[in-house]
């Protein structure tokens, strides 16, 4: 994987696993207990989910850039409903407080996604792949200076 998928990914996860320790602490103090295991949990989940799918995004991206547009839709879309489903399926749990839970993945999903967006803004990542056969000549545009 090169440097600046491995700095994206690690400029997404930090700020959310921050959020999540924060969520955590609160929920804990709200909901004892049950409240921070919940947190945890939400948070361990969206990590894995959200790093996951970029890991596979950027692979894709490397590999086929034409399908990069329409997998990134699927993925997140497919994401968002697996993180739906995750919180349907452990609505009555007794293992962990569901509100908290609930409102710790809402809150470091939109922090990974926050995250992520401002580290692609602030990557340097090159549109076009420089060509290096060219040597050192000048390009002609056809346009005299």
């Given at each position: 994987?090169?440097?600046?998928?491995?700095?994206?990914?690690?400029?997404?996860?930090?700020?959310?696993?921050?959020?999540?320790?924060?969520?955590?602490?609160?929920?804990?103090?709200?909901?004892?207990?049950?409240?921070?295991?919940?947190?945890?949990?939400?948070?361990?989940?969206?990590?894995?989910?959200?790093?996951?799918?970029?890991?596979?995004?950027?692979?894709?991206?490397?590999?086929?850039?034409?399908?990069?547009?329409?997998?990134?839709?699927?993925?997140?879309?497919?994401?968002?409903?697996?993180?739906?489903?995750?919180?349907?399926?452990?609505?009555?749990?007794?293992?962990?407080?569901?509100?908290?839970?609930?409102?710790t993945l809402l809150v470091t999903t939109l922090?990974?996604?926050?995250?992520?967006?401002?580290?692609?803004?602030?990557?340097?990542?090159?549109?076009?792949?420089?060509?290096?056969?060219?040597?050192?000549?000048?390009?002609?545009?056809?346009?005299?200076?």
């Amino acid at each position: 994987m090169p440097s600046n998928d491995v700095r994206i990914i690690l400029q997404a996860a930090v700020p959310t696993a921050a959020v999540g320790a924060v969520a955590a602490v609160v929920s804990g103090v709200v909901a004892g207990g049950k409240g921070a295991v919940g947190a945890v949990v939400a948070t361990l989940v969206v990590l894995l989910f959200m790093g996951i799918g970029l890991y596979v995004l950027q692979r894709v991206a490397a590999s086929l850039p034409h399908l990069f547009q329409g997998m990134g839709l699927m993925l997140y879309t497919a994401q968002i409903l697996l993180l739906f489903i995750f919180m349907a399926t452990f609505k009555n749990t007794t293992l962990f407080n569901p509100r908290a839970f609930a409102a710790t993945l809402l809150v470091t999903t939109l922090a990974w996604i926050g995250a992520q967006a401002r580290a692609h803004m602030k990557a340097k990542i090159l549109y076009v792949e420089p060509d290096s056969s060219k040597g050192d000549e000048p390009e002609r545009t056809g346009h005299s200076s």
